[in-house]
């Protein structure tokens, strides 16, 4: 029975399928080196059509239909490290606004428009999830 799976690797997601077989079926499926090379390339090009086939990342910003703001929302799940503006600032698309700690790295996020920083709502050292509101952009 075929049994599909999302992973991550180095950021990056992979859809694989996965069938269990009994011992005896694991004996002597692949037999040589060359068996070996070709179950290998067949993999990374399975890897690669799944690949151009996942879902593409959701924005990080959203429009309020109610006023011209949009809402700056974390791509993923992290430590806010550093907020590089103060509310009623000036930002150009672009600058860096806001410095997210993430499995020890840190990811950098840039102004999506030009405007006045309206509202954070994070401070320095909060913990936030993927989606989460960071700041608004009028």
Partial sequence: MKKKFKVMVDGEEFEVEVEEISPE???????????????????????????????????????????????????????VLQIKYSEGEEVTEGELIIILEAMKMENEIYAPHSGTINKIAVTEGDTVEAGEPLLEIE
């Fill in 25 to 79: 079926e694991g004996k002597n499926k692949i037999s040589s080196k060359s068996d070996k090379a070709e179950s290998l390339s067949s993999q990374r090009k399975n890897t690669a059509q799944n690949k151009s086939k996942s879902p593409a990342p959701k924005p990080a910003t959203k429009k309020r239909a109610d006023s011209a703001e949009a809402v700056v929302e974390s791509p993923m799940s992290g430590k």
